[in-house]
């Protein structure tokens, strides 16, 4: 949490778009979430507090939140089509699980033509094997770096346009 807010932080400052998605079902009995979903079963539906991001990685002014009823956010949101209408070609991804959505982001991210950036230090899984495993499996897919060196470039980012 700490490398996900000072990633946040540094976004912020340099004026990256920042996207934010969560999963949340988009009908109160979750009839919308993906067979994978429905047999975990994951199910936060809207309005429920648990639903909600951490108040310290929450959107602020006019970021966009998309809930996301599936672990892949290309698959389960409109995603794609607002990178494209925002300008976006790079993305910097960071979360929760490292082997299931962030995995699943960086993965289609990249096979749709993004340039990907995964910041290693600023994503968990339940065990550091399954982090490690995710990470190492992601090879040619994106860049993978740390909260440090993203950090900085976003903040060159920032200097370069003062």
């Given at each position: 949490?700490?490398?996900?807010?000072?990633?946040?932080?540094?976004?912020?400052?340099?004026g990256?778009?920042?996207?934010?998605?969560i999963?949340?079902?988009l009908?109160?009995?979750?009839r919308?979430?993906?067979?994978?979903?429905?047999?975990?079963?994951?199910?936060?539906?809207?309005?429920?507090?648990e639903?909600?991001?951490?108040?310290?990685?929450?959107p602020?002014?006019?970021?966009?939140?998309?809930?996301?009823?599936?672990s892949?956010?290309?698959?389960?949101?409109?995603?794609d089509?607002?990178?494209?209408?925002?300008?976006?070609r790079?993305?910097?991804?960071?979360g929760i699980?490292?082997d299931?959505?962030?995995?699943?982001?960086?993965?289609?991210?990249?096979?749709?033509?993004?340039?990907?950036?995964?910041?290693?230090?600023?994503?968990?899984?339940?065990?550091?094997?399954?982090?490690?495993?995710?990470?190492?499996?992601?090879?040619g897919?994106?860049w993978?770096?740390?909260?440090?060196?993203?950090?900085?470039?976003?903040l060159e980012?920032?200097?370069?346009?003062?």
């Amino acid at each position: 949490m700490p490398n996900a807010k000072r990633l946040l932080n540094a976004a912020r400052a340099s004026g990256v778009e920042v996207l934010h998605t969560i999963i949340r079902s988009l009908t109160q009995d979750g009839r919308d979430r993906s067979l994978d979903h429905k047999l975990t079963p994951i199910h936060l539906s809207p309005g429920a507090p648990e639903a909600l991001p951490v108040a310290e990685l929450a959107p602020r002014g006019d970021e966009i939140l998309l809930p996301k009823t599936s672990s892949g956010v290309f698959n389960s949101t409109n995603i794609d089509y607002l990178l494209k209408n925002l300008g976006i070609r790079q993305l910097v991804i960071a979360g929760i699980l490292t082997d299931q959505c962030v995995d699943m982001a960086v993965r289609d991210g990249a096979d749709r033509g993004y340039l990907v950036t995964c910041v290693a230090d600023a994503c968990a899984a339940p065990t550091p094997e399954r982090h490690d495993g995710a990470l190492r499996a992601f090879g040619g897919y994106c860049w993978r770096a740390s909260t440090d060196e993203v950090e900085r470039r976003f903040l060159e980012l920032a200097g370069a346009a003062a």
